[in-house]
């Protein structure tokens, strides 16, 4: 009989202790960006993941056919964005290395190390043409220095499933490491979400920086699918991870539904926790089979509560999460940001979301 252990009771154990002050995020302020912007012989858009480094931040495009990242300025005044300016493009194009030509470079996610300002890049790869995930670190020019090493359970492209790999990442607090979310269950793991509530875990895993290698995974519980099915498309999965103190998270999941439109997205921030009883799934070939205990999770902010504060009701593909500047109050910022897919897809928005962190 299969054995999976689920935390919806641990969560709300551990949820509900008294006299406990909870971790709750306050909606501040959006900003919608002009759409198709050209910029040093580019245009700014698919602004799939962003990182605030050195009073700056760094956006990579998810663009496979011309791999890229951004640096920018952001002004935040009494809790309001005032301007976005970009100021210059890095093309991934190194002609030292063969690492880009042999990888397919579909990044995702970015973070910037302060003191060293090497740049890290998870990538989904191509599953449909046998092409593994990536994790690389580059300099600020964009030429490569190192990859990191694929864990036992993530090395089988077999297992994996075509757009749901590699697509968030944190670095640690404890500065040792960095974590990698994947988007979607393995299907060695469990079943994609859908309607109906079912096991749909996805893989956290923690990186050491100095032996380049995973050291311990865990799993994430995805939510079912809360809207009614119009069209062909009905997914669910981790868009962005932010460790914002040691074992606790900030994980963004994002539901899109074809036949809505503008309004095909669900957008729903959760915290979610590590602690003792976790279970390190590092060495588990098969979530399906095997025991385990997921991380804890509670809701913190669904987006469909916020329409009326958004442009025209729509939240937009949210694929993106950092630390913005602390605020006037002393409180931690939060910026999110959509890859509006270049507009391929349809009307979509290059939306930044301003937050607020209350503990």
Known sequence: MKKVIFGVLLTSLFFSCK??????LNFLDE????DSISFQNSIIGGLSGVDYANDAYYFVVDDARNPRFLKAKISIKQN?????????VVFLNDTTTSYYKENVLDLESIFVNSETEEVYFVGEGSINTDKSPTIFKTDLNGNFIDAYELPKSL???KKIKHNAVFEGSSKSLDGKGFWVAMEGPLTTDGEDPTFTKASS????????????????????????????SKGNINLNGVTSILEYKENHFFIIERTYQSGYGSHGNIVRIFEAVIDKETTNILNMDSLKVSAFIPLKKRLLLNFEELNNQLTEGIIDNIEGLTFG????NGNQSLLLIADDNFQVYGKQLNQFILLEIVH
């Open 19 to 24: 006299n406990t002050k909870q971790t709750q």
């Open 31 to 34: 900003f919608v960006l002009a």
């Open 80 to 88: 309001k964005i005032e301007t976005v300016d970009f100021e210059n």
């Open 155 to 157: 090395n089988d492209n």
């Open 201 to 228: 875990p996805v893989r956290i895993t923690y990186f050491d920086k100095t032996s380049k290698k995973a050291t311990k995974q865990f799993a994430y519980q995805l939510e079912h699918i809360t809207k009614p």
């Open 325 to 328: 500047p602390k605020l006037a």
